[in-house]
């Protein structure tokens, strides 16, 4: 059983003379909350059709599950829950009865399946009243439930917070938490604001204009993010002992190419480049770096040529 949920490669989606997606991939695993990061009209939308079987590719491949055989894919799909743009609901209908319906509709088995799913999105509560009457709030977790209605393996959401209030948010974060911790569930979930996805996504990926910018984990994000002493000596090792012994931390890293991001004594510059420098070590660099989740993204999207 292969450990990868969903790999593109070189994924490509034209209309006429627009790109909308170029030579995209992307590789999500088991388990992980993938957020899918990037402006209105970056492609987000466009390779969740693709994957959901809404929108064929121009080139590339898609592979899910293991499969990417165009038969196989097709009954691939089937395993998977998704919101795109906003979910169909019937307003002068109950929360049961827009279940009972979209059950019918997908060939689901067994009516027990539209109260396990109202219990699971907080709905259970809600009897006759009808959703033309329910909170956008409450209208997102019925379109999540009609998603989860056949107890999908891998849930896809396109921008699933908008227009909710902050209560909402929090609301439908903490539930797909829930969902990812307790059934396994393995998500990606597209958004235009990364400080939104920061509390919930295990890993990323950057898009704009079409292309993947950068995959990256959650862990990697926070220590490009994380603000840090930027430290360039002539000779790293030595000054790597001189920050243990002389200025008592191990809160930093040694990088490939020599620097040293030093997370301490942001506020005591002065005392890192005395220690350094009574040590004899030449000082090349010393700088505080580290950005702000938007700023990062505003760097990533504005240094690569694309605005």
């Known amino acids: 059983m292969s450990d990868i949920i969903l790999r593109t490669n070189k994924l490509t989606k034209k209309y006429k003379n ?4 170029e030579n995209v991939n992307i ?3 088991k388990g992980a909350i993938y957020g899918f990061i990037g402006q209105n009209g970056a492609g987000k939308s466009t390779l969740l059709r693709l994957v959901t079987g809404l929108a064929f590719p121009t ?6 599950f293991g499969n990417d055989h165009p038969n196989e894919l097709t009954e691939s799909q089937k395993r998977i829950g998704a919101i795109i743009e906003n979910p169909a609901l019937f307003p002068d209908m109950s929360a049961y009865e827009n279940l009972a319906v979209h059950r019918l509709q997908k060939g689901i088995p067994g009516k027990e399946s539209i109260q396990k799913t109202l219990d699971l999105v907080g709905l259970a509560n809600t009897g006759k009243k009808k959703t033309k009457n329910f909170s956008l709030g409450m209208k997102q977790r019925l379109g999540l439930g009609i998603a989860l209605l056949s107890d999908p393996e ?4 396109d921008e699933p917070t908008n227009g909710l209030d902050p209560t909402g948010i929090v609301e439908l974060r903490e539930l797909i938490k829930k969902l990812n911790r307790e059934k396994g569930l393995t998500v990606l979930i597209s958004s235009h604001i990364l400080s939104e996805l920061h509390q919930l996504a295990t890993s990323y990926g950057i898009i704009h204009k079409g292309e993947l910018l950068e995959e990256l984990t959650s862990k990697q994000l926070d220590e490009k993010c994380r603000q840090h002493l930027q430290i360039k000596v002539d000779q790293p090792s030595k000054a790597a002992i001189v920050l243990e012994d002389t200025l008592s931390t191990t809160d930093f890293e040694v990088m490939p190419d020599g ?19 009574m040590k004899g070590l030449l ?9 702000s989740l938007e700023s990062y993204f505003s760097k990533l999207i504005g240094g690569q040529g694309h605005e």
């Open 59 to 64: 080139s590339g491949s898609i592979e899910l």
């Open 259 to 277: 620097t040293i991001k030093l997370y301490s004594y942001l506020d005591d510059v002065r005392a890192v480049s005395s220690a350094l420098t």
């Open 27 to 29: 590789t999500i695993e």
């Open 18 to 21: 627009d790109v909308a997606l």
């Open 283 to 291: 000082i090349e660099h010393l700088s505080q770096n580290g950005d």
């Open 154 to 157: 891998f849930l896809i959401l």
